[in-house]
């Protein structure tokens, strides 16, 4: 091959590795991803975000009570963590509504849970624990709240519906708290039992019907299989990828209206099902949770590697509404600021409860004196998720709740007159997600395919710098071919006195490109 078209064939290696490849491609290839993570109407991406084909992790923890009589008595609580009773929980978007102007999607969620007794951990659902009567509390705050000098009615209450309990504790079977229900037999006569049963048929949302004024109460049992009614509307990102899955609107408003200040009402980030793609380090993953009526943040913590698959992993918590200005508008009331990573339910579920990590982690050191059986664990109850960054791909998630209530003593329930001071657990939740090895294959095929061009890249950019070098030793190699090849002819000396030179026998110039010719003799000079 002639240098000069090896040059040729060389230079163009090397720039298609060095421009096309590290440059033009990585475009393109953003330019896809883009594309395809939109939530357009058809696409695959879409029939995954409206419903998965695969089920998300839903364990829950209850917090045995192990001396209910002691605890009456104004003993510290010594509890028993049992679990996990683990779900298989489906989540389905339904009754949608595309705004093409707008490039949104209206929605509802339905969730159906199923239990899975192989990962269980040989739990049943049979197992017998005391818990707080969440009914008898739940009355008990409503009441102190609203009219204090009532509490004597709800003692009343108690020992009719519930058949004069000796303790605020009561013995129930798991998957009963959980999700069949315990019952409540509001077929009384007395005024307090009364009252408090036809404050419980106004809520009939959280009550499952069985037969004449029965009830079925549980934490989960009337949301399974049901459709929730608070619609979310989210953008598509069809228009700006960066705005895929941000919450937009919530219960057909652009903002919330429960809390004080402007920053805690606002609807930020995505709808926790969904993230913008081509993520890095400096952005913070941020979603809107319906079950909490928030916004979490969750910064970039370390790299991490999921399935073999390279991925940035992220923790948030519940902020520090008395320690940081940013969180105030959280608080209850501008006076009863809770402590860090601690968030009132109440305003949202509409009940006293009190959320929080798991095992109390991340809050004040007092709460755990407070009770004895709690061991928090970072690697078992923080908020954390791993991303892969170019698809923001979930590959592994946790969203970890505890539910717990504020008691004391309450002079005037006899249940309750020594009850000692304490933030009660009552259980905790780990909704989570390990990506399905099928999706996560998809994701590998595309670095895969990044892996490829990489080799490519390299491949042509050396090969071509090679070809290049090569074409250029030719050239200069082949440089002198053209040129005259003189021989270099010296005299030799005589043998003489006078030491005079003689040029060697049959010696004569050797010129390879010009030939000799016979000059023609002038005339005049033939004369002489």
Excluded at 93 to 105: G, L
Excluded at 277 to 299: G, H, N, Q, W, Y
Excluded at 341 to 350: A, Q, R, S, V
Excluded at 357 to 369: C, I, R, V
Aim: net charge neutral; aromatic share 10%.
């Amino acid at each position: 091959m002639k240098p000069k078209k090896m040059g040729i064939i060389g230079g163009s290696m090397f720039s298609f590795g060095l421009f096309f490849l590290t440059f033009t491609f990585p475009t393109i290839l953003r330019s896809q991803v883009k594309k395809q993570v939109a939530l357009k109407p058809g696409s695959e991406m879409r029939g995954l975000w409206s419903n998965l084909p695969f089920p998300l992790d839903f364990k829950v923890y209850l917090f045995n009570v192990t001396n209910p009589v002691e605890i009456t008595a104004g003993q510290k609580p010594i509890l028993q963590e049992v679990g996990p009773f683990f779900y298989d929980q489906y989540k389905e978007k339904v009754d949608q509504v595309d705004n093409d102007e707008e490039d949104s999607i209206e929605y509802n969620v339905k969730v159906t849970w199923y239990f899975n007794p192989a990962l269980s951990n040989g739990l049943t659902g049979d197992e017998e624990l005391y818990l707080p009567n969440l009914l008898a509390l739940l009355t008990l705050k409503f009441v102190m709240k609203e009219q204090p000098g009532a509490v004597g009615v709800v003692n009343k209450a108690v020992d009719s519906i519930f058949k004069k309990p000796s303790t605020i504790f009561m013995k129930v079977k798991a998957k009963d708290i959980l999700f069949d229900g315990v019952k409540i037999d509001c077929n009384v006569k007395d005024f307090g039992g009364t009252t408090v049963c036809n404050a419980l048929k106004e809520k009939k949302d959280n009550l499952i019907p069985s037969g004449d004024n029965i009830y079925l109460l549980s934490l989960f049992g009337p949301k399974n299989g049901t459709i929730d009614s608070s619609r979310i509307k989210v953008l598509r990102g069809m228009k700006n990828h960066k705005d895929l899955g941000r919450v937009i609107a919530f219960k057909g408003e652009p903002a919330l209206t429960i809390y004080s200040g402007e920053r805690c009402n606002t609807l930020n980030g995505t709808d926790s099902t969904i993230f913008p793609p081509l993520m890095t380090k400096l952005d913070d993953i941020v979603s809107f949770s319906p079950e909490i009526c928030r916004s979490i943040s969750a910064p970039y913590r370390h790299d991490s590697k999921i399935k073999g698959v390279n991925t940035y992993h992220y923790s948030a918590d519940f902020g520090d509404m008395k320690g940081n200005p940013e969180d105030s508008c959280y608080c209850p009331t501008p006076e009863t600021c809770l402590d860090k990573d601690l968030m009132d339910l109440e305003k949202c579920m509409g009940i006293p409860l009190i959320g929080s990590q798991p095992h109390f982690l991340g809050t004040d050191e007092k709460y755990l004196e407070m009770v004895d059986g709690l061991h928090p664990n970072p690697a078992k109850h923080d908020l954390s998720m791993d991303f892969e960054p170019l698809t923001a791909s979930p590959l592994s998630a946790h969203k970890r709740l505890q539910f717990s209530m504020f008691v004391g003593p309450v002079e005037k329930f006899k249940l309750m007159k020594t009850f000692p001071e304490c933030l009660f657990p009552i259980f905790w939740v780990d909704e989570g997600v390990l990506l399905d090895d099928s999706l996560v294959s998809q994701v590998k095929q595309v670095y895969l395919l990044i892996g490829i061009v990489g080799f490519m890249k390299y491949l042509m950019m050396v090969g071509g710098a090679g070809l290049g070098a090569a074409a250029g030793a030719l050239h200069y190699k082949n440089r002198n071919k053209n040129s005259l090849d003189v021989t270099k002819v010296t005299p030799e000396s005589r043998n003489g006195k006078d030491g005079e030179k003689k040029w060697p026998p049959q010696q004569q110039m050797n010129i390879s490109t010009i030939q000799t010719q016979s000059a023609a003799v002038p005339p005049n000079l033939d004369a002489n």
